[in-house]
């Protein structure tokens, strides 16, 4: 059953997706906008393109023809998607999945509109003075995010009108090739969690225990597993994402966002493939880390047990603070003599 799976996107999620697929017998290609990307140290074979070129596009699939392909960031051009899964490509998810859930208001609309999950109020706003409106409609303190953008890139909070022409350009310099703003709501949450939710070709949907995180200027900095919440609490998240991921169709592993606050659950985002905050998987607190549930979810394997916790475990991500060609890592024997820590360059 071996397959020729196409990675759009090769970060370092993407990698450690291609390390779990070689380790089952998987041809790998990795493509992506920039030379020597992490997965395409790993892949059988990589491709340097614009992913947002639709023509591009269209001639690595045509050269490569795979069997599947595993979009790993939404900078695609993800209409593209449909057309080759209608000439038999499996999408992952799927082609639904990987549109919506690249555009704000689709997922958006999708979540509160037609399936009524509670969501934090919001507003669109396509100029500067769309986004005043919109403020003074959701109140202050309100966040405003880019319809197409991920890890918090071009997102702000208002706290006062004066704030206003800062944060549109701030999602100016986020937003790719959109022009239009969601502000939301500021829900004054008591923690965040991530719910990895596999669904299967085969099988019912299955769900990790919650994953506590923190993020700071937009970037993932820590996560944790499990992160405690009442068993109504943990039974409203699943049933929502139990909800979405089914609407979108198709088979894999979601990072499904939500609030804990006072007065429940409140979904927030999700993202259709491995998550940053789920690279606490990583740690072994699960027989299978979310890159293993992603690519037996995919390939219609048995998950069995892997979704269940096995113990806690926490991570944390060190980030650069400066731009560099030939970084250095310091620090690394400290951090190597805490008993039961691994450390990934």
Not at 135 to 161: A, D, F, H, T, Y
Request: proline share 5%.
């Amino acid at each position: 059953m071996k397959k020729k799976i196409l990675l759009l996107g090769s970060g370092e999620l993407g990698k450690e997706f291609a390390i779990a697929a070689q380790r089952l017998g998987q041809h790998v290609l990795a493509a992506d906008r920039y030379p020597d990307a992490p997965a395409m140290q790993v892949a059988h074979e990589h491709h340097v393109l614009d992913m947002l070129d639709g023509t591009a596009l269209d001639r690595l699939v045509e050269r490569y023809r795979p069997d599947i392909i595993v979009p790993e960031i939404e900078a695609i051009r993800t209409e593209r998607l449909y057309e080759y899964e209608l000439s038999g490509i499996r999408v992952v998810p799927s082609a639904r999945a990987a549109n919506f859930t690249m555009n704000r208001k689709a997922i958006r609309d999708l979540a509160a509109q037609k399936l009524g999950l509670k969501t934090a109020r919001y507003a669109y706003a396509s100029d500067l003075s769309g986004l005043q409106t919109a403020v003074r409609e959701i109140g202050l303190p309100c966040v405003v995010k880019p319809l197409m953008s991920s890890s918090g890139k071009g997102q702000s909070v208002i706290r006062s009108e004066d704030d206003i022409a800062a944060a549109w350009s701030a999602a100016a310099k986020g937003r790719g090739d959109t022009t239009e703003v969601i502000v939301e709501e500021f829900i004054p949450f008591e923690s965040e969690i991530t719910l990895l939710t596999v669904t299967q070709l085969n099988g019912e949907t299955l769900f990790c225990a919650p994953i506590g995180h923190r993020q700071a200027k937009g970037d993932y900095q820590e996560s944790w597993q499990p992160h405690p919440m009442t068993p109504a609490s943990l039974a409203e998240a699943q049933e929502m994402a139990r909800r979405i991921t089914a609407e979108l169709g198709g088979a894999g592993l979601w990072g499904v966002e939500f609030f804990l606050t006072r007065d429940g659950v409140v979904f927030s985002e999700l993202s259709p493939r491995p998550h940053d905050t789920g690279m606490v998987t990583l740690a072994g607190t699960q027989d299978l880390n979310e890159f293993e549930l992603h690519l037996r979810a995919i390939l219609g394997l048995p998950i069995c047990e892997g979704a269940e916790l096995r113990r806690c475990g926490a991570s944390a991500v060190v980030l650069s603070e400066v731009e560099s060609e030939s970084p250095s890592v310091t620090g690394l024997e400290q951090a190597l003599s805490i008993p039961r820590t691994e450390v990934r360059i």
